[in-house]
């Protein structure tokens, strides 16, 4: 069984309805309260990466179940500037913005899976997946 759903990041407070959305999804499937923070928290900085950096995008949720395990996967997608320097980008402490640059090397060791592809001009479409343990 595979749902999906979706929430449009243009305004900060879809940030705050995505992390809610998540962690619902999260709950619902079956994950503890430790890993439904640190999937709300992938979420958040995905989100404002979306709002700060590309304008528009979205966050789309799908439950992954299978007969040996459940999971959820987070797809943030946006058609922004995409990400100049990827490795950069990937390093701890880097920051474009001034926060605090936890940011996608945060995100992927927050999460169990991490793709991300970023096309000048096109934009960046990051994969994250979580396991239930």
Known sequence: MNSQSCV??????????ARQMGREIA????????DQARITTAI???ARNIYL???????????LDSLDHKGIVI???DNGPGIKDLSQAMEDGFSTSGG????????RRLM???????EAD???????VKWVR
């Open 44 to 46: 958040s900085e995905l």
């Open 8 to 17: 449009t990041i243009y305004k900060e407070w879809d940030i705050v309805a």
């Open 100 to 107: 605090l640059g936890a940011g996608l090397p945060g995100v």
């Open 75 to 77: 797809i943030a997608q």
């Open 53 to 63: 950096y590309a304008g528009k995008g979205k966050i789309s949720f799908e439950i």
């Open 27 to 34: 709950k619902n499937i079956g994950f503890g309260t430790v």
């Open 112 to 118: 169990d899976e991490f793709d991300i592809v970023s």
């Open 122 to 128: 096109k934009g960046t479409t990051i994969k994250t």
